[in-house]
């Protein structure tokens, strides 16, 4: 990898780190379903104008059908866990939380799309497992119901992600593939699609006791366009120049950003649960994301040298 490409793997995991910190300013003051819905808004809109720059066709090639469901799996229903979360939860949990993306691969990858459970992925869910049960007991915040809920509702949320990842490949890169600037454009599309309605019912019968100030609103312009439109793009230039595996290691990298963040700006407090869950999240992702040896190549070394 070139020292920029170390550079724009940073800058991604900055930017995905500060939504939950942008996504915890203005969820407590819109509710959870209007931070949602405006993000989801305000990403397909910004991703229009960024295509439009590029001069990029609209030509779905026959699946626009298939992007917009995978828009409500990969952003709509994951976007409203975050913004409901945002409301239980502080911004470094919801980052370390969601780095458990590659773990709930796993588990549905075996459940439900036939993908091998390989010992070092079985022991990467179980020492994920033990990072969020420690991070979410011995955190800054009391255990309580709020804090389980807060932690299910990112878990719902990488779980979808998870599952978007086995269905991207089905319905779109085993069919030929197509431009990842168009999926992104669509799947926001598809969010939009589907969280409009029950924002407008919402809006109608419940509506927000406030609409915010211009904190909240620029809290919102920030999620939706520089960490979810400009940031998708950017993760989707990395697969292309260093690859899909190599660009996941930015799940190692949001956590420290979404704490960093929380400490910096919402007065957050660090203990030594960010420290432990944490790294025991970590930890666990680095055995599901690192290749494990070939077994034909396992029993080649094994067998001894003859000469």
């Excluded at 790294?279 to 040298?305: E, H, M, Q, T, Y």
């Amino acid at each position: 990898m070139r020292p920029s490409d170390y550079v724009r793997l940073l800058l991604l995991a900055a930017l995905w780190g500060a939504s939950f910190l942008f996504m915890r300013v203005a969820a407590p003051v819109l509710g959870a379903l209007p931070t949602a819905f405006f993000r989801v808004l305000i990403a397909a809109v910004g991703l229009f104008v960024i295509l439009a720059m590029f001069k990029t066709r609209h030509d779905f090639q026959g699946k626009l059908g298939a992007t917009l469901v995978l828009g409500v799996i990969n952003s709509g229903i994951p976007f409203l866990m975050y913004s409901m979360a945002a409301l239980l939860l502080p911004a470094g949990y919801s980052a370390i939380l969601n780095a458990t993306t590659p773990l709930m691969g796993v588990v549905i990858g075996s459940m439900f799309f036939n993908d091998t459970l390989t010992p070092k992925k079985a022991a990467g869910v179980l020492v994920g497992l033990m990072g969020i049960t420690l991070l979410t007991t011995t955190g800054p915040v009391s255990f309580t119901s709020t804090v389980v809920m807060g932690a299910l509702a990112c878990l719902v949320a990488t779980s979808c992600y998870g599952a978007a990842g086995f269905l991207t490949r089905q319905w779109i890169a085993d069919k030929g593939g197509l431009d990842a600037k168009l999926v992104a454009f669509g799947s926001q599309i598809g969010a939009t699609l589907f969280l409009a309605p029950f924002f407008g019912i919402s809006a109608t019968v419940n509506p927000p006791a406030s609409w915010g100030d211009s904190t909240v609103w620029l809290a919102l312009l920030a999620v939706g366009f520089v960490c979810t439109a400009c940031a998708y793009i950017l993760y989707f230039r990395l697969i292309a120049d260093i690859g899909p595996v190599r660009s996941l290691t930015v799940t190692f990298l949001i956590p420290p950003f979404g704490v960093l963040w929380g400490v910096m700006f919402l007065d957050e407090h660090l203990s030594a649960g960010h420290l432990y869950g944490g790294g025991l999240i970590c930890l666990a992702v680095w055995f599901v994301l690192s290749k494990s040896k070939p077994r034909a190549a396992r029993k080649a070394n094994d067998s001894p040298a003859t000469t």
